[in-house]
């Protein structure tokens, strides 16, 4: 019996490109988890201001509005073509901030700047995993492949806060970006040996690019159980992230008082639980209908940020992080599977740039939970995050549930 879930877990691994793609999608997710951790605090310390902190964050996911576009251009040239020039471009970035950093003249204006130009690229890299992991691997093993890719940004996110916040209190902020730019260049050299067949239709006049971006649009919209998902994409971004993200620096500094060591514990707590959750999912979670799945964990994620803005203890804080983490992973695993077996081959770059579309959400919410807690206070602040996300999953499941909910439905179908 228990020789079943090692097959089930293991089996995306006999693919090929998987084997290659993973670890390089692991090493850039390692830098991005550890270049948000020491640059968030750069901001934090040299500014004072939970403002500022919060525009950071923003900043990293300025393009979102052209996620899109990048996947039309993945339908068009390939998704691992798209995904070597995005990561060319953070190993640039990061090149220039420790060049900075190593000399001394690394500045606030530098950090938001760097920060803009990578959140015009970075917050494509997901959808673009995604729809290449789609293109190469069998139906039936999408959600053990979905759950393994999800382990490498929730192990990343757990080591990565961590290991940045180590290395900035033990080498300074130079020698530790030098580490992040290592894990960039390393991925660039994985990436590079991932195989990719060419896309269907990439001989001939293709249509404009504003003809292709306007069809995967009308396929979103006339498909209900994509609709689905998307809003509720946005709602966790909007209003269930900035509580466990970008806000965290916060919560670490000016409420629990535990430093910047406590704040990569408080990271690697969220990333721990959604780390056991996406391994759970790798081994046990074929049989699961997407869904349904989706839509119930989401009801406990958001109750559990209810119980998380109102503590005041670091580990009980630390504990509830934990199981809200390991929760996640079971609203977003299998709505990423949810979407790829809904939306047409054809469309699948395109659908998954308008998913990330989605993460625009967290900017959003960032920007407007800066003066918020200011104003009301963390606490506050959470609470009605939490419950207006409570509210909208509740108005999401009646809207749609005769896609969501019957197990027959094509959004539950294709399991096991």
Known sequence: MSSVPRAT?????RQRSFRRQWPADLATSWAFEMETLILAW?????????????TFGALQFLGTLISPLFGVMGDRAGHKRVL?????TYAALAAILATLALTGTLGIVAVFCVAMLSGLVRPSDMGMRNALIGATMPAPLLMGAMSIERTSADAARVVGALTGAALVAWIGIGPAYLA????YLISLALLAGVEESRPEGATGRAPAVWTELAEGVAHVRATPPLMAAMVLAFLANALAYPLTGGLLAHVARDIYGIGQTGLGTLVASFAAGALAGSVFLSARGGPMPPARTMLFAAFVWFALLLAFAVLRSPGAGMAVLALAGFVQSFCMVPMAVLILRVAQDRFRGRVMGLRMLAVYGLPLGLLASGPLVAWFGFAATGLAYAGLALACTAGIAWRWRAHLWPRGAPANAGHG
């Open 42 to 54: 750069f901001v934090l310390s040299e500014t004072g201001s939970v403002v500022w902190l919060t």
């Open 9 to 13: 877990m293991l089996a995306p691994f």
């Open 84 to 88: 070597v020039a995005m990561r060319a």
């Open 180 to 183: 992040v730019l290592g894990f």
